[in-house]
């Protein structure tokens, strides 16, 4: 395989390392042999493959620190984009390099030089000065090693209050980020629970929200996806160097940064020795549970209680009301991710530990975590402990074989933590993810020649234009079926995840003997590389559900943790039961008193939890006011109003102009401090809740279109990131040249070009459709020319699309930012996004205007308690409650989830980054709302047939849009006559 050589020598040094991983088996305890099964630890050098073509992948480029505000602003100048290696090349380079026994440690006295940070004194209780950094700037330290060598880097740090996102820093070293992923080093926060598991009134339990606990930690420089088993080590030549971190997310305290070598601790049978010469003796008749969901530290804030009814055996149990009884899961499955729980220990001696838990996701796998004790690793097991696939929940004894680890304890409080660890695959999972990679590239180069759907008839002369396309094909193949036989030594022949990975690698097989033949199998070999992409993310994904720990003598009995055939039958019978009289609509503590708020959100089940849960703790505890919230469908709001059993509130609406033209609800701008509430949110926001004068809802969320780009396709083009129009079409053709095409989403661009030349959707206060006009003909034309003209396409995938490069660059709602962080992490950093291409006006200035999405809170005319609604439409739309909804449906759901909110404040303070924040911003405030008009459902749908007409009729684009625009205006004058409403 190309590059062998040097990949055998960096697995040689890595080796040198100590980079051996040891796989401590979970394994099933029968209720029969609970006492005889224990863990199984299998002691083995787990060497971390390292990739041989890691080198594909672009850094973002690196910015001047002493103009870093300014840099932001200019983001989208992409001018100098640079390439640096991942960390297996890096380490290649110091194959052998001396690993030198020294500690030198920066402070904040060494501080040599520094942008938006300070020097703090007697701060939470820090030996000496500590330095605060903002989100934006650098520390520098220079530092006299007196020995050349590798060196472990770690950092003591204090988690400040930002936006509550993790913690990411640069590092660069002599001026230099030395890899790829030195450029985000991330440190976790602290969160716990706000207090214990509460009970609503109906009997279910409600989750506790999630609050950060912050405290000093001192974390090592490593990977964040795991993908290296070691931590980092960094190169220090003889004499003076510059050390330097970059702000890139959230402020925090520093207390020192060090260079040294990681601590190695003992194998367990050292451990055994230091036991028997310091003379410990296991406990007898001892057993302390500790429960999952009583966990007291975590990495994350999704990491909450959460509730399992599958077994009678889960503690606490009940058959059909909602339990908060285990944590974990999906919500515990990212590297890095970690949990601490709090033990009292009741005498000093030797304990066995005992899992009971679940692993019933990643089948014929194990999934890894990282244990350690008081914050250390007791011995070097523990850095590997492994737990197997099973349906069902599992117990599992720390060991190896029949004999059990045991843990030394004395009286009194102690820790245990847990760390999500990718174990046996962090030398599988970075192999592929470099496959992907190559094969996104093979993918490029073929499609700019051939085109995404080439002719199966036509010779295109590959081999002529890609020479080395049958060598890529095999390279990639033959690395695919390392990663096979490596899986199937895991899972012992016995997993069905390795079927992607082998029809990925025997199609790449045949492509290198019959290359000429990708022309007809194009199409597969891209759903192939695309099902590598998802097996990827599979198996980075680590799920543990964990029910309670025992810290157990030998003599102790285990728990049981199958159910009886008796406790089975009653368990299903009552679930069953119970199934008939629980409603699962109504959410929290429902209230009985009369006067009660009812209000409707179609959104889910666990948004509705989170809402219920600030309703309780924030509003209701305030105001004294009570409300029952209930998950309804919006589809049956319009009905349930007209019949009289509708609710006084509704939220996320968007169709709030239908139900004011029918005066079913409350002009909000009557009440008290409407014009204060107003100053919360863009005037654009309101735009679609406007009717005859009155507004009738709250902005809730906005969402409006980002132009996203791949970096490193626009450097490999000459391309600069398109800022007008005329940038736009100059772009056009060198991409279609390369059978690349651009995602412009059809409705989203006749926005564009209609409000960025001043048009306007409707006129005469929404009595007629203004295309007709010659501003909205001369858009419309625009609009259709880019597709007639131009083939751009209408429909398509842009996730999927952009992730391999069809569409280097596309404009699609800025929510996708988050959608393509978490689902696409082959192309991380690769890609950007950017405000809107615009008209550049008569000053220069680029306007950038687009159209946006709102839903709202609204008021139904029936209520009663008409103030006590504004009351609580005031608090939710408020920044505290937005921002504490959106941190908590982040927290629940992941950073894919983060809340689109319309509330100005709560945006900022939202986890974006200052760099990201600065582009929405200023998108943002070029955002047209766009009206609802009686009969106005019409102009959306005749716009399309217009479109279509032109596209697939080729008619007169004028001619076109003035007919369709007539046949709007009729259904408007129609509608405005029912509703008793002028049309003159």
Do not use: C
């Amino acid at each position: 395989m190309a590059g062998g050589q040097p990949l055998m020598e960096a697995l040689l040094l890595l080796h040198s390392l100590g980079s051996e991983g040891n796989n401590l088996k979970v394994n099933n305890v029968t209720r029969s042999s609970i006492r005889k099964t224990t863990v199984t630890i299998a002691i083995g050098g787990i060497v971390l493959l390292l990739l041989g073509a890691a080198s594909m992948l672009y850094g973002k480029g690196q910015g001047n620190s002493a103009k870093w505000l300014s840099a932001v602003a200019n983001a989208q100048e992409q001018d100098m984009w640079l390439e640096e290696g991942k960390y297996s090349d890096y380490i290649h380079r110091y194959i052998g390099k001396e690993q030198p026994k020294r500690t030198i440690k920066l402070g904040a006295e060494q501080v040599t030089a520094s942008e938006g940070a300070q020097i703090l004194s007697n701060f939470e209780q820090a030996d000496g000065q500590v330095i605060q950094t903002d989100e934006n700037g650098y520390v520098s330290w220079e530092i006299d090693v007196p020995e050349s060598g590798l060196y472990n880097m770690s950092m003591k740090y204090y988690p400040v209050a930002g936006n509550s996102a993790a913690i990411e820093r640069e590092l660069r070293i002599n001026g230099k980020t030395p890899f790829v992923e030195a450029k985000k080093l991330t440190f976790t926060r602290v969160w716990e629970n706000k207090g214990p598991i509460e009970r609503a009134n109906r009997g279910n339990d409600l989750r506790p929200s999630q609050i950060e606990s912050p405290q000093w930690q001192e974390a090592i420089f490593k990977d964040r996806d795991s993908s290296y088993s070691k931590p980092y080590q960094f190169y220090f030549e003889k004499g003076l160097n510059q050390v330097q971190l970059m702000s890139v997310r959230e402020p925090l305290v520093i207390a020192y940064v060090q260079l040294h070598q990681e601590d190695v601790p003992p194998s367990y049978a050292e451990l055994e020795e230091q036991y028997r010469l310091k003379q410990y003796t296991p406990v007898k008749d001892a057993q302390v549970k500790i429960q999952g969901e009583d966990a007291r530290y975590k990495s994350d804030p999704t990491l909450y209680p959460i509730m399992d009814r599958t077994s009678p055996t889960t503690e606490p149990y009940h058959p059909s009301k909602i339990r908060l009884n285990t944590i974990g899961g999906m919500n515990w499955n990212t590297a890095g991710q970690w949990m601490e729980w709090e033990v009292e220990v009741p005498q000093e001696g030797l304990y066995e530990l005992v899992f009971k838990y679940r692993q019933n996701l990643l089948r014929g796998l194990n999934v890894s975590r990282r244990l350690t004790i008081d914050g250390a690793v007791p011995f070097k097991e523990a850095e590997n402990l492994s737990f197997g696939y099973d349906a069902n929940w599992q117990m599992g004894v720390l060991g190896q074989e029949e004999k059990p680890f045991l843990l030394y304890f004395t009286k009194g409080k102690h820790s245990i933590k847990m760390e999500v660890t990718l174990g046996e695959l962090s030398e599988t999972v970075p192999y592929v993810e470099s496959s992907i990679l190559g094969l996104n590239q093979i993918y490029q180069k073929i499609v700019m020649v051939t085109g995404a759907v080439p002719d199966p008839y036509r010779d295109y002369h590959l081999e002529k234009l890609i020479p080395d396309l049958s060598e890529q094909f095999r390279s990639q193949s033959e690395r695919l079926n390392e990663v096979l036989d490596r899986l199937e030594k895991i899972a012992k022949g016995g997993s069905d995840n390795a079927a992607v990975i082998k029809t990925v690698a025997y199609q790449l097989n045949d492509l290198a003997d019959h290359p000429e033949s990708i022309i007809k199998r194009l199409e597969q070999f891209k759903a192939n590389s695309g099902a590598l992409g998802t097996w990827l993310l599979q198996m980075k994904s680590q799920p543990l559900e964990i029910d309670y720990m025992l810290l157990s003598s030998a003599d102790a009995e285990l728990p049981e943790v199958s159910p009886s055939l008796p406790q089975s039958l009653k368990h299903h019978v009552l679930s069953f039961m119970g199934s008939f009289v629980e409603d699962y609509s109504n959410v929290g503590n429902v209230d009985e008193q009369t006067g009660a708020l009812e209000v409707w959100i179609n959104e889910g089940r666990d948004q509705a939890q989170i809402l219920k849960t600030m309703i309780e703790s924030d509003f209701t505890a305030k105001t004294n006011i009570h409300v029952n919230l209930r998950v309804v469908d919006p589809a049956v709001l319009l009905s349930a109003t007209l019949a009289g059993r509708g609710p006084d509130i509704a939220l996320n609406e968007v169709n709030a102009v239908d139900l004011a033209m029918r005066n079913a609800l409350e002009d909000l701008s009557q009440y008290p401090g409407f014009d204060e509430v107003s100053k919360r949110f863009r005037e654009s926001a309101f735009t679609p809740f406007q009717f005859e004068n009155g507004i009738y809802a709250l902005p809730e969320k906005q969402i409006y279109p980002m132009m996203f780009y791949r970096k490193d396709i626009l450097q490999e083009l000459g391309l600069k990131v398109p800022q007008t129009w005329e940038d736009l079409y100059a772009i056009i053709p060198v991409l279609k040249k390369k059978h690349l095409d651009l995602a412009m989403t059809p409705n989203v661009i006749m926005e564009m070009l209609l409000f960025q030349n001043g048009g306007q959707y409707y006129r005469d206060g929404g009595k007629a459709t203004d295309l007709d006009s010659e501003i909205g003909v001369q858009a419309f034309s625009k609009w259709t020319e880019l597709y007639t003209n131009y083939k751009l396409p209408q429909a398509f995938d842009f996730n999927n699309r952009f992730r391999l490069g069809e569409m280097p660059i596309g404009i699609a709602d800025y929510t996708a930012y988050n959608q393509l962080m978490v689902f696409a992490p082959e192309i991380r950093g690769l890609w950007d996004f950017a405000p809107v291409p615009g008209m550049k006006g008569e000053n220069g200035q680029i306007h950038r205007e687009t159209g946006a999405s709102t839903a709202g809170a609204i008021m139904f005319r029936k209520t009663a308690n008409k103030l006590d609604a504004w009351e609580f439409m005031k608090w939710w739309t408020s920044k505290e409650s937005q921002l504490t909804f959106g941190r908590e449906m982040e927290s629940l759901m992941g950073a894919s989830a983060r809340y689109p909110t319309a509330n100005l404040e709560a945006l900022q303070e939202l986890p974006w980054s200052s760099e990201d924040y600065v582009k929405l911003e200023e998108q943002g405030n070029w955002v047209q709302g766009i009206p609802n008009v009686p009969g106005g459902y019409f102009t959306a749908r005749h716009l399309n047939n217009a479109f279509f007409e032109v596209l697939l009729s080729g008619s007169d684009p004028r001619e076109t849009i003035e007919e369709y625009a007539n046949t709007i205006n009729m259904e408007i004058a129609i509608k405005r006559k029912e509703f008793n409403l002028p049309t003159e």
